[in-house]
């Protein structure tokens, strides 16, 4: 734990989000800081933009060539600010410390400072503004700013050394957060994996290691238990496509099932939409019944799927394909076709073919599946429900254990920048 250490006397800012400071720190105007860099061009420079709080490169093979003629140069060790849309984006991180000599965006704000400052402390500072207090200003609809809306803000004015001091704690600090956090997601994405592993295995092999093997006569999928078929997804049900082009969206009405709302094998509520009942042609048959399962059938997704459960039942398919299995325990089959050899090496070439990929339905029946015996289904399901409860639970906490470093590193940051706490050359 840190030995957490406070100024001998503290202040009010008169600033709402920095709220006390240390006595003898000061507050000033941003503007008596920073000024806005003049505009000036050079195509020989790449091209850049900001992605959570960094300076990064950016495509130019997207960028017409009159375009990168009219974006302006921002160096290393100015501030890059991106003013547009606040409304539209709550989370991105708008303010940069740039690392790097490249051009941008006419419509971003470049700041050089006009005093002596560390510029690593007020890349500190200038992040909890952005989090803070930036984000509320500006108007119109799309809510963009300029530097006279942040010139008047106020921020606050250490001393040069305790500035030193501070962004040197936070740069070690926060290496080592970030660094866990880093930890923490790779084995979150091991979890996945082995999740992914023990699915293709059991519906591929079984769940009894010793059962005697037989050829499937089919090259990639190899050899699979005796008494198991080798089918193809038309002969175990029925394929239906969904409404295509929705019917006008409401505030509530029948949930509208679309590809965005697919993910892995589960129905997710993101970006969820209602359609009016009477606006829904019912002679397609869009109606989404329990254990149907709904496979997405273009875009960077295509062939992910998912079971409709029980509480869905009564919802809409969009643009997307239906799966009604008639002979075949639905919720195995669920399972089957999140395994990687029906995902990746059936559909791989699907998915490749074109820039936009696409499945239609004659080529979902064409799927081909091993199918066990009903009784081994059920014990196959119910041991991958077990396991992915089990794997789910392990994911939650690893997740939350990144939310609480996360939000660490937020408190850590403001108290730090703020003087709330007091850092130094001797602060562990």
């Not at 866990?180 to 009894?208: F, P, S, W, Y």
């Not at 394929?239 to 295509?244: A, E, H, T």
């Not at 990144?402 to 939000?407: H, M, N, R, S």
Request: glycine content about 6%.
């Amino acid at each position: 734990m840190m030995n957490v250490q406070k100024y001998p006397a503290y202040k009010n800012s008169g600033v709402e989000w920095i709220e006390t400071v240390p006595s003898h720190w000061e507050v000033v105007k941003l503007k008596r800081l920073f000024c806005e860099k003049k505009k000036i061009t050079n195509v020989d420079l790449p091209c850049g933009s900001i992605s959570f709080g960094k300076v990064v490169y950016k495509d130019e093979e997207k960028i017409p060539e009159a375009t990168k003629k009219s974006y302006q140069a921002v160096s290393k060790g100015e501030y890059l600010l991106n003013p547009l849309n606040l409304n539209y984006d709550l989370i991105s991180l708008r303010i940069a410390l740039s690392d790097k000599d490249v051009v941008v965006s006419s419509g971003y704000i470049v700041l050089n400072s006009i005093v002596k400052l560390d510029k690593t402390y007020f890349k500190w500072l200038l992040h909890r503004y952005d989090v803070a207090f930036m984000k509320t200003l500006g108007s119109g609809v799309r809510q963009t700013i300029n530097f006279s809306d942040i010139g008047d803000s106020e921020l606050i004015f250490p001393p040069l050394p305790e500035q030193t001091a501070i962004a040197q704690f936070l740069d070690r600090k926060t290496a080592l957060i970030d660094q866990a956090i880093d930890i923490k997601q790779k084995q979150i994405e091991l979890l996945k994996e082995r999740r992914q592993i023990l699915i293709h295995q059991a519906v591929t092999r079984g769940l009894n290691p010793e059962v005697k093997m037989k050829a499937s006569g089919v090259e990639w999928i190899g050899e699979v238990p005796e008494g198991w078929e080798v089918v193809r997804l038309k002969t175990l049900g029925k394929i239906k496509y969904g409404l295509g082009q929705p019917p006008k969206t409401k505030e509530d009405g029948l949930p509208l099932i679309r590809a965005t709302n697919v993910e892995r094998g589960r129905i997710v509520e993101k970006d969820l939409i209602f359609v009016d009942p009477e606006d829904i042609p019912w002679e397609r048959d869009p109606m989404l019944k329990e254990n149907d399962i709904i496979v997405v059938r273009s875009g960077a997704y295509t062939g992910d799927s998912a079971i409709i459960p029980k509480h869905y039942a009564g919802s809409i398919a969009g643009y997307d394909m239906v799966l009604t299995p008639t002979s075949i325990n639905p919720r195995f089959l669920s399972y089957t076709l999140l395994a990687k050899y029906v995902l990746y090496d059936q559909l791989y070439l699907l998915r490749m073919r074109a820039a936009q990929p696409h499945l239609n339905a004659e080529e979902l029946g064409q799927t081909i599946i091993v199918c066990p015996p009903k009784l081994e289904q059920q014990q196959i399901f119910e041991y991958l429900e077990n396991i992915s409860k089990k794997i789910a639970t392990a994911i939650t906490l690893k997740q939350q254990e990144i939310a609480k470093l996360q939000e660490y590193k937020a408190t850590l940051i403001n108290s730090a920048v703020t003087g709330k706490i007091k850092v130094g050359s001797h602060a562990q």
